[in-house]
């Protein structure tokens, strides 16, 4: 099963390097920056999009979305089903999370705030995401 990533992980940082503003990094050894060109996922523009290499290797991409009604929620949540399968369901605090296994290195992880209507999509190397704080 598939779905369509706006973002090859381990893309090298050449490609985007000329729409890329420097953040302050999440993980330790890692390079977190903006990207600053329209970028849709699921039918959705995403409000900001956070690159994270480890040297030049894109290793994990978060994508986020504002004002998120139930209905899109609803429909992108039925589309990543219909693409990855199952997911494992998690709560933090007060976050809904459905992690989705890409493959042996690799996951998605779906995050919605639904008491600030915001949806997070973090995919990339599986061990990394666990790092990111929540």
């Known amino acids: 099963m598939q779905v369509n990533l706006p973002f090859a992980i381990g893309a090298d940082y050449e490609i985007f390097e000329y729409q890329l503003e420097i953040k302050e990094d999440k993980i330790k050894n890692y390079d977190s920056y903006s990207y600053h060109k ?4 699921l039918g959705l523009l995403s ?16 994508l986020s979305f504002k004002h998120i009604t139930e209905k899109i929620l609803q429909i992108t949540k039925g589309n990543i089903y219909c693409s990855l399968g199952e997911s494992k369901p998690q709560i933090h605090k007060n ?9 042996e290195e690799l996951e998605l992880w779906y995050i919605y705030n639904p008491s600030e209507y915001t949806l997070e999509i973090r995919y990339g190397n599986k061990k990394l995401l666990r790092e990111i704080p929540l």
């Open 47 to 62: 409000d900001s999009i956070e690159l994270i290499f480890n040297y030049d290797t894109l290793e994990i991409v978060v």
């Open 95 to 103: 976050l809904d999370i459905e992690v989705y296994v890409l493959d």
């Open 38 to 41: 329209e970028t849709e996922f």
